[in-house]
């Protein structure tokens, strides 16, 4: 008797929403037994970490502006790995955007008009779309892997940020501590509420744009055909070139403007470390989100919950805020796990033998 | 600055050198296989707290079996979801790092900042640990050390030595001709892997057990994605990996000595020379097909579709 | 009568209650921001027992919250945002790096008192402390020159800021003065606190021939790596002696629970006002741990006379001459740097090897 796995007919639309609605089901279950075999109240744990953060008004600012980030680097990330090009430094692209914003803002400094924060978006996304090409511009000219490409450049980046940091752009009142000057009032997003900034309004348009291109845009239909045939895209002259530098500078762009609203709204300076892995978990909210400007908008606000139950649990429990990763993880696995279900069935084999009637059977089934 | 000192830092440099070894040799070989687990920071931090609470509670050696036992956990989770449920590989070894820095964080947490009562100790080799400073740097190091060296010779000659590891080979050039060939790649894959993630464990309990000794969270401070590179920057060669390791290790110590000696040089520039190397690397072998088919393993993370 | 008795039991009840409130209202919420974990020794271990005798000097009239591995930086402000928001109206953050975000929390919070440790930055509600700290470190530097067989010492530090490298500096003082011919080399690990790199850069300064070292960051690291090698070493903050029972020299020690008390003393009774404290070895605030057996007897005593020498202010760890690196003179014989001088110290003076990280 074996459990054989028989890809469907058609994908089960029933575990198309249900599959990750369990996946999360099954995150908080692990989650509470992680907490209960630990000593920890799990009941406490499970609130504080999942529920507690949105219960106030500032936390649910706090919210957006931690899924701002998530969603807008991910639906950038998104076109990429619809047309199977695995852009997996966008960790890198966002640090880039947001030295390279920063750099603008403290090269007008004290100026703040308006003009500023304009250039300092343009000059975030140029960062992070520079920082893109590259392993764009390695993998259509020489063939290279994009996958280690991309990745190695992530730790290039923050080497360059701490170069950056203690260097050129070190704050000269700061007694020498590793950051950057704060920035002046007006280059930074206006607040709607709490901690929420207009910032929020960029992931809104880019949620839409990225709707728009996949759904409407006839580049995103090739981006997709490149991506699941590729040798229909060749008969159909669609260029596998132009989708891998269109995946790579739209990321990359995308990232870079993630970055450059981190620090223009909560940060408001360049300081030591200020990304808990915005880049990585975007690709995580890729996934989870099932690479759909709509699923991945929800991952996002998921995933920026576990940040925030991570500080929660710091604050009451005094746990690690790295036990976010835990969670976020665990989502991920399960999201995983349930995509086979979606693609594919599970068969019970009874015996080798009987192989007529099995198949009759077969066929009469599900 | 006298040869004694020198040799001293030529010790410090090789044990840095040894949880790279650790970690790249169990992802040469998952790669070799055709699968690219990028959960190795994630392994060798579940692999550190677990070595280090098993050394806490019951000694050095049950310390060791737990990182293994950690990392081999570890990757089969890696595994059945990317060889039997077939998802995506790039995805699910992120999730593996995010996943495995929060985990040890969290169970990490009684045992921070305590002091292992266990060490490890160190083996001389009689009369050779006692030449001149050839001895102190080659015959008197910890056991783990020696293990280090000891397995990449081992990973050498199975791979290229032995049938089994002209299968693994074949496996990760083209799954679908070994499969042909009644070969089951799953299985293979699943041992490779699981290899993997024991050496990742190994590598972290190296850190925790042997280097700083303790347990802090992240202690692994980016090692497993060095150890990543390395593998690329190694052409997928475990002799190589030996050399790199020693370069990537030496780094860190040629950073430390030229800060205290007030020689002026650029600290993150060194830092990031691994991985600028391993893109260089990469641009080497990667200029024409022929190049790419002598190095990298032809199927490296492409997902296996048995046909039957 | 039972439902006498029930009424009696009820206002006794409600009495009770009500002082108990009364209590509750009138008793001080203090919250604490550490950088790094509390641990058995080092820079939050000592906050954190100021924080516990505080408790004990107070009794009920306090209560005291901490949240530990605290990173510098965006993180805290929301941390100390959420201890100002929920009720504690004394809140200590105890690192450099807090600093603009205590400030920033502290607009918005004017009713409670904010206390930065090692700040720069002082505001209506916001006092800074400090200790001086050089002169527990220039007497430890005394130990280590006479200690030292290979003139060459180690010292492991975290971040370049003015505070560190005047501990360096007093220390380099220190050894001077007994021993001119000894070096001091520095390694900058980059972060308060990370064992793995502090033994790592230990080690480097051990294997350079460094035979006693010390250190300005937050983890026994560095002790234990010098009881490993068998060379000596001295601690800072802590006592560190249980990590290196044979390497252990001495070390400056940090004493804040008087400290704490006091100023708990003046929030609770309105009179607490915003300034910027540098209490030293006369107040009680800094002491050398106890010395470690290979210490002999005519160290013991120099030392411990110059320490009576600083608490009656007969002696300063940087009166003149003081010459930078580069053999300049910064304070004329005879003359000793000022308070504002030390502040914004950024140099290196004469006996250190390494240079100090370029801007």
Redesign the interface.
Known sequence: MRVK?EPRVASSQWMRYGGPVMALAATVIVGAI?FAA?GKNPANGIYAFFIAPVTTLPGVADLLVKATPLVICAIGLSIGFRGNV?N?GAEGQLIVGAVCGGAMALAFYPDDGWYVLSFMVLAGMAGGMAWAAIPAF?RSR????E???S???T??AI??W??MITGPLLDPGGSSFPQSREFPPGTLFGVIFESARTSVLFAVAVILAGWLFMTRALQGFKVDVVGQAIQAAHYAGFSQRRVVWLSFLVAGGAAGLAGLIEITGPIKQLPLKFTP?YG??A??VA?VGRLHPVGMTIAALLMALMFLGGDELQFELN??P?????????L??FV??S??LIRFRIRVIRSARRTAPEASQAGAGE | ?NED?IV??L??MLK?ASPLIFAALGELIVEKSGV?N?GVE?MMLMGAVAGFIGASEYGFVVGIFFAMAAGVLMSL?FGV?TL?????Q???G??????????S???G?PF??T?LESTIGVIEIPLLADIPLLGPLLFKHDPLLYLSIVLLALVSWFLYRTRGGLILRAVGESHDAAHALGYSVIKIRYIAVAFGGAMAGLGGAY?SLV??P?W????T??RG?IA??LV?FATWRPMRVLVGAWLFGGL??LN??A????I?L????L??LP??A??VV??LI??D?AM?RLN?PAS??KPFHPTS | MKLSMVFKGAAVAVAVTGLAATAQAEQLKVGFVYVS????AGWTYQHDVGRKEMLKALGGKVSARFIE?VPEGPDSERIIRRLARSGHKLIFTTSFGYGPYTLRVAKKYPNAVFMHATGAKTAKNVGTYLARFYEGRYLTGVVAGKMTKSNNL?YVAAIPIPEVIRGINAFTMGVRSVNPKAQV????TGSW?????E???A???????ADVITQHTD?P?PV?AAEAKGVYAIGYHSDMSK?GTKAHLTAAVHNWGAYYTKIAKQVMAGTWKSGAYWGGIKDGIITLAPFGAAVPADVRKLVTERQAAIAAGNLHPFQGPVKGQDGKVIVAAGKTMSDHDMHGMNYYVEGI???L??K
Request: net charge neutral; no cysteine.
């Open positions: 796995l992680l630990l695995w997996i390695l020489f063939n290279v892997n996958i280690l490409t990745l190695m450049l730790y290039v080497e360059l701490k170069y892995g990585f978990v690709i995580i996934f746990l690690p790295a036990i976010a990763g835990m969670f976020q993880g665990l991920l696995f995983l796990a995509e086979v | 600055m000192q001293q830092l010790i410090l840095g690219l990028l994630g989770l979801l039997s449920l077939v998802s995506n790039v995805a699910t992120l999730a593996l790092t995010i996943f495995g820095i929060g985990l964080a969290f169970v947490i921070e900042s002091k850190l280097l700083t303790g802090e969270q992240d202690m401070a980016q994605w990543l590179a690329v860190t110590i430390l000595w800060q205290s000696q007030g002026g650029p600290q993150q520039l830092t990031a991985f600028l391993t893109i990469l641009v990667s200029r097909a790419i990298a490296l993370g | 974990p509390i641990g058995d591995k180690g080399r520095v390694i900058w606190f990370d064992p793995g790199k033994r790592q850069a080690e480097t300064l051990i294997a350079q021939g983890s690291a234990q990590h090897v390494s240079k990280p370029k």
